[in-house]
């Protein structure tokens, strides 16, 4: 199973999507981009890679995140979900993204934070070798440093925790 992992980035904002996309890749990820979730649906029925993430804003015009997710998980059960979103304290996010356990990255957030969020949840899922190391968190899972924690605040999730050459 020596393979890029692939991730299905989704936002109706194109400075986003494209933000989120870029640091993957950097991150040595195959990614897909949609600005939509209907845009999204195309995507992932017309790539010719099996999607291992999708990560996805949750308030969209067209189509929601937690429907996108639930209609591409009918399909792939195995699919791993990652919400962003600027609005934490939301109904839609509290009642279908929070509660019903999924992670969440609140916008705007570091560059570090997504990336360490995106190695938890494909690690939920795979016991990957070789992926994309991230500076400063040790070497793969459990190393020194992997001080990430999704803690549950406010009635919302964020990252906390980076390490101390991530603190602002």
């Given amino acids: ?14 400075q986003v999507v494209d933000m989120v996309a870029s640091v993957l890749r950097m991150a040595g990820y195959r990614v897909h981009t949609a600005t939509g979730g209907w845009d999204a649906v195309q ?7 099996r999607i291992d993430l999708l990560v996805t804003d949750v308030i ?16 792939q059960p195995d699919l791993q979900v990652l919400f962003i979103s600027g609005f934490h304290d939301a109904e ?25 969020v995106v190695q938890e949840s494909i690690g939920t899922l795979k016991k990957y070798r070789g992926r994309p190391s991230i500076p ?6 459990g190393g020194p440093g992997r001080e990430l924690r999704a803690v549950r ?10 390490p101390a050459p991530y603190k602002s």
Wanted: positive net charge; charged residues 30%; glycine residues 6%.
């Fill in 136 to 141: 400063g968190s040790g070497r793969g899972r």
């Fill in 43 to 49: 995507v992932y029925e017309n790539c010719p890679d």
């Fill in 92 to 116: 839609l996010v509290q009642r279908f993204v929070v509660q019903k356990g999924f992670t969440l990255l609140p916008k705007p957030f570091k560059v570090e934070a997504l990336l360490r």
């Fill in 1 to 14: 199973m020596d393979r890029e992992l692939t991730i299905l980035a989704v936002d109706d904002e194109p």
């Fill in 153 to 162: 605040a406010s009635r919302a999730f964020r990252c906390a925790c980076l």
């Fill in 60 to 75: 969209m015009p067209d189509l929601t995140g937690p429907v996108l997710a639930q209609r591409l998980r009918q399909k």
